[in-house]
């Protein structure tokens, strides 16, 4: 069974960083886009980074140049940095991946339970 953990989320002041990690576990084929989504309450739930298999990055308007996304292929790993952080950014954060699992040989998109990240002014 494939799962996806997310850690690092919590409380800070504006300006300061936190650095969330999404770890995969499982029995994988092959890990191909990963990416992190936030919800606000009483939003909807947006894209915010993604980062292809090869490496290339895309990110939302409202954090690029903020937020850095990286991810550890040997390891299973996704990261965001988040640096600058605005009490705009508090939200739930979840990573999601497409995924081949080795019992199926056919892509699904996993998501994980959601970190808290709270930025207060």
């Known amino acids: 069974q494939v799962q996806l953990v997310e850690s690092g989320g919590g409380l800070v002041q504006a300006g300061q960083s936190l650095r969330l990690s999404c770890a995969v576990s499982?029995?994988?084929?092959?890990?191909?886009?990963m990416g992190w989504y936030r919800q606000a309450p009483g939003k909807q739930r947006e894209l915010i980074a993604d980062v292809s298999s090869a490496g290339p990055t895309n990110y939302a308007d409202s954090v690029k140049g903020r937020f850095t996304i990286s991810r550890d292929n040997a390891k299973n790993a996704m990261f965001l940095q988040m640096n600058s952080l605005k009490p705009e950014d508090t939200a739930v954060y979840y990573c999601?991946?497409?995924?081949?699992?080795?019992?199926?040989?056919?892509?699904?998109?996993?998501w994980g339970q959601g970190t808290q990240v709270t930025v207060s002014s």
């Open positions: 499982g029995s994988i084929f092959r890990i191909d886009s």
């Open positions: 999601t991946a497409n995924i081949i699992p080795t019992s199926r040989l056919i892509q699904y998109r996993y």
